[in-house]
């Protein structure tokens, strides 16, 4: 949940208000289906996500649209989404420092994720 909450707070690399993250809708679903909510353990997370991909709309939705992918059963890979406002057309030395901020914001949320 720290990726989606720090997504959508000012950042000079993301547009405002553009971060799209489903983990918010898995959480509302956690809460009014079960009285839950995340962290959740790894099975427990692996049960009620897969729940939500296939028996809540906004879940289905993410599955159908690769945001979320599973394999067996199993959460394979995620996606989410937030904009720049760099024009692919701009030169590479105004684009540079905006990928090196993402690498640095994605390095970050790794080095805060659970193992």
Do not use: H
């Not at 983990?23 to 729940?51: H, N, W």
């Not at 394999?71 to 692919?88: C, P, R």
């Not at 684009?95 to 805060?112: D, L, S, Y």
Request: net charge negative.
């Amino acid at each position: 949940m720290n990726l989606c909450t720090d997504m959508k707070k000012p950042q000079s690399f993301i547009v405002p208000g553009s971060a799209s993250c489903w983990l918010d809708d898995f959480d509302e679903f956690l809460r009014d289906q079960f009285g839950k909510s995340m962290p959740l353990e790894a099975a427990e997370f692996e049960e009620y996500v897969y729940k939500w991909a296939t028996e809540d709309p906004k879940g289905r939705l993410a599955k159908s649209n690769k945001q979320a992918g599973f394999i067996n059963q199993k959460l394979v890979f995620v996606e989410f989404e937030a904009k720049t406002d760099v024009n692919y057309q701009q030169p590479g030395s105004v684009k540079k420092p905006i990928f090196n901020q993402w690498e640095a914001f994605i390095a970050e949320q790794k080095a805060k994720a659970p193992a």
